[in-house]
């Protein structure tokens, strides 16, 4: 199934780590950018489809950009231009800095998705590339559910600022554990 138990172990870690930091955020972003700014319905739109246009734009440049310098070193910097953007929450002050936050996000998102999904590849054996997959988006999402209820909880326990912190250190994590598998 998959080609060591190594692997196993990179793709239960990057599938969990990965997804704990998109979960904290996903449920709680909109009640973030409502309170913080007293922002619209229709910002918050403009908001997430910035992100999803400036991530598709860049995904294949960034899938080119994996297969020239290595999908292990582009993952890393998506994940740590990542960790930058949730840690840069705490700090906005206004809206139209939110924007730009949105736009490195995208690029972030780009860098990261098509090298994740090329690792996961290449972790699995060829009669096995479904499952080995289907493993990891079960992980992932499994993971995501429960990042969102936990989100749910320190949000509203502790702070917007804590979650964030937490969130860039669950992404900031997943780039250190790609490091090292990287060596």
């Not at 699995?124 to 999402?141: A, C, N, P, Q």
């Amino acid at each position: 199934m998959l080609k060591s138990s190594r692997a196993l172990m990179l793709t239960l870690t990057l599938s969990t780590l990965y997804s704990l930091g998109v979960g904290l955020l996903g449920p709680i972003y909109p009640v973030f950018v409502v309170n913080r700014f007293s922002a619209s319905v229709l910002d918050i739109g403009l908001l997430y489809a910035l992100f999803c246009f400036v991530a598709a734009f860049f995904k294949i440049a960034a899938g080119r950009l994996a297969d020239t310098y290595g999908k292990e070193r582009i993952f890393f910097v998506g994940v740590m231009m990542g960790a930058f953007c949730s840690l840069s929450y705490v700090c906005v002050s206004s809206l139209s800095q939110l924007y730009i936050i949105e736009f490195f996000f995208g690029v972030s998102h780009a860098m990261q998705r098509p090298s994740l999904l090329a690792l996961m590849v290449d972790l699995s054996d060829k009669k096995r590339r479904g499952t080995v997959l289907g493993m990891f988006e079960s992980i992932y999402d499994l993971t995501e559910a429960a990042a969102a209820l936990l989100a749910t909880i320190i949000a509203s326990k502790i702070g917007f600022e804590t979650l964030f912190l937490i969130c860039s250190g669950c992404q900031a994590t997943t780039g250190l554990f790609i490091l090292k598998y990287e060596r």
